[in-house]
């Protein structure tokens, strides 16, 4: 479904150089790409994939072309995938949840009525921040506190899953959700390109 394991892949092979320019910076919380929920410091590595990924939806609705709004879109996604590889969860984990979504999004778009408004953008926002927030919230190990707090793996993916369904009605919303994996493949190449320049 939407060619989640390729982009997974993709991502994955990203995150095994950036990894390295975050500890050059001494920013890099794990050296684990796969750190999972547990413990403060994989969960703060998830938080600040979080926070990423909200900053670029922010990029997204103050961004004033189509094209610049898409690549925001896309970074956004970067980040997810991120949150998703960095927890453990699989696109195989993901897919199914956006199935029903895919099957009906044309069916919805065409028949919503004329007197029914669309979602704008920030409201569709919104409700991907709320899902995401209500995620993060089962991180517990706060860095004031001691003691490590157990999460449910479960009941995270439950949440993500959530994410996800929110951030593809996004994507049909403003009518790219067929071009995702072409749009991601592009950006991923820059991404790549990028740090060839810096190396």
Known sequence: MYDLEIMFLMQYELRKRTIKIESINKLCLVKQIESGIQG?????????????????????????????????????????????????????????SLAILCDHSVEIRTNRSLTERAYTNEELICDIILKLSRAMNLLKCRAWKIKSSFTKFDEFLFHIQSVWIAFISLCVEIKIEDQLLELYKEKNRINHARIDMRC
Do not use: M, V
């Not at 590595?45 to 909200?54: D, G, H, Q, V």
């Not at 960095?86 to 897919?95: F, L, V």
């Open 40 to 96: 403060h410091i994989p969960q703060q590595k998830l938080k600040n994939y979080a926070w990423n990924f909200t900053e670029e939806l922010g990029e997204f609705l103050d961004s004033p072309s189509e094209a610049e709004r898409n690549s925001e879109i896309i970074d956004a996604l970067h980040f997810l995938i991120e949150i998703c590889i960095a927890s453990g969860i699989k696109a195989n984990q993901i897919a199914p």
